[in-house]
């Protein structure tokens, strides 16, 4: 009976109005003559833009049709062996799919990648080298809508002062909305000045000569 046949969607997350890929993978146990794979999604959170075969098992045919219709949220994939290599056997990528979100779902909303039939004829089947029809597993795939990144916070710090020769040391704050871990880096430092990662700025302004001020600033 071998290992059942199988076609899987990624589960994914991405922020309202932005571009996402999301991937679509086939096991088949024997290598194939022919697939068709129905794929349904949430017309109204997404708007698919793209399908791509680059680097997937059927990237080598000269015929692998798609049928995208937005209005009904569904994309048949295809796939037929007309004078090439048969579609191999084993685990690999079928095809990337490049779906617009729409900039009106609301955060932490959810919806599934699912199976669908699409007419007149459009149902999830491989097709052997033997002709034997396979009926694979699906497993759906999950989008998440989440907050777009926010950068950290910093806490605003009074100026600083300081003679040539003391050391100048203080400690910056930034929160981060996501409640991720925050580490400290700049790209130009006073020389001989330090910032650690965990924000603690020191330096020890040279002598400059009477009555001239030196100024730093930390970008």
Same mark, same amino acid.
């Given at each position: ?47 698919l833009d793209t399908v791509s075969h680059e680097g997937s098992k059927v990237e080598h ?10 209005? $009904? %949220?569904?994309? /048949? =994939?295809?796939? @037929? ?10 685990? #690999?990528? !079928? ?25 007149? $004829? %459009?149902?999830? /089947? =491989?097709?052997? @080298? ?10 759906? #795939?999950? !989008? ?76």
């Amino acid at each position: 009976y071998g290992i059942v046949d199988t076609v899987r969607v990624d589960d994914v997350t991405a922020s309202a109005g932005e571009s996402i890929d999301v991937n679509v993978y086939i096991f088949n146990d024997k290598p194939l003559n022919s697939l068709t794979v129905p794929i349904a999604f949430d017309k109204q959170a997404l708007t698919l833009d793209t399908v791509s075969h680059e680097g997937s098992k059927v990237e080598h045919l000269a015929f692998a049709p798609v049928s995208v219709d937005n209005d $009904a %949220g569904t994309v /048949l =994939l295809g796939g @037929v062996v007309m004078t090439e290599d048969p579609i191999p056997a084993g685990t #690999g990528l !079928l095809a990337t799919l490049v779906f617009d979100v729409s900039a009106e779902v609301e955060i932490g909303s959810t919806c599934q990648f699912d199976s669908v039939f699409v007419p007149p $004829a %459009g149902y999830m /089947l =491989l097709v052997t @080298v033997d002709q034997e029809k396979v009926y694979p597993a699906f497993s759906p #795939g999950e !989008l998440t809508i989440v907050d777009p990144n926010q950068p950290p916070v910093f806490v605003e710090l009074p100026t600083q002062y300081g003679h040539e020769g003391d050391t100048i040391r203080f400690t910056l704050n930034a929160i981060d909305p996501e409640d991720s871990a925050v580490t400290y880096s700049s790209l130009k430092l006073p020389a001989d000045a330090t910032l650690s990662s965990s924000g603690e700025f020191v330096w020890v302004p040279p002598y400059v000569g009477p009555d001239l001020l030196q100024e730093a600033r930390l970008s």
